[in-house]
């Protein structure tokens, strides 16, 4: 079957602080999905990111190692996390990624089918 990776991007500055009651509020959405997607047998994988200032963008030019503090460029929204589905075609994946609570609160999911190695 194939894979799909689902994006999540979300607008950093109005995201609430891991831990906060803001936050608090949104961890029954997101249990309620995680408990869906594993019991659909969907989910291969997936995690957080941490804020994009963590981030190092790394390049290799003319043979040299390159390395930046922060995100490759500057956008309105951050790549928050990647969840990996497996799901018989391109619908079935939107469905899922329809069900993130970041797609219905103030963020956008992003699907690509992977490459199989």
């Known amino acids: 079957m194939p894979r799909y990776a689902a994006l999540i991007y979300r607008v950093e500055a109005g995201f609430p602080e891991q831990g906060s009651p803001e936050a608090q509020k949104l961890y029954p959405a997101w249990g309620a999905f995680n408990k869906a997607v594993r019991q659909a047998g969907v989910l291969i994988t997936g995690n957080g990111l941490k804020p994009s200032s963590t981030a190092t963008t790394v390049r290799v030019r003319d043979g040299?190692?390159?390395?930046?503090?922060?995100?490759?460029?500057?956008?309105?929204?951050?790549?928050?996390?990647?969840?990996?589905?497996?799901?018989?075609?391109?619908?079935?994946?939107?469905?899922?990624?329809?069900?993130?609570?970041?797609?219905?609160?103030?963020?956008?999911?992003?699907?690509?089918?992977?490459?199989?190695?």
Do not use: H, K
Request: hydrophobic share 40%; aromatic share 10%.
């Open 64 to 117: 040299a190692t390159l390395t930046t503090d922060g995100p490759f460029a500057e956008t309105r929204e951050q790549l928050g996390g990647m969840l990996v589905f497996e799901c018989a075609d391109l619908d079935e994946a939107i469905y899922w990624a329809s069900q993130i609570p970041d797609a219905s609160n103030g963020g956008c999911v992003e699907l690509r089918p992977l490459f199989e190695m």
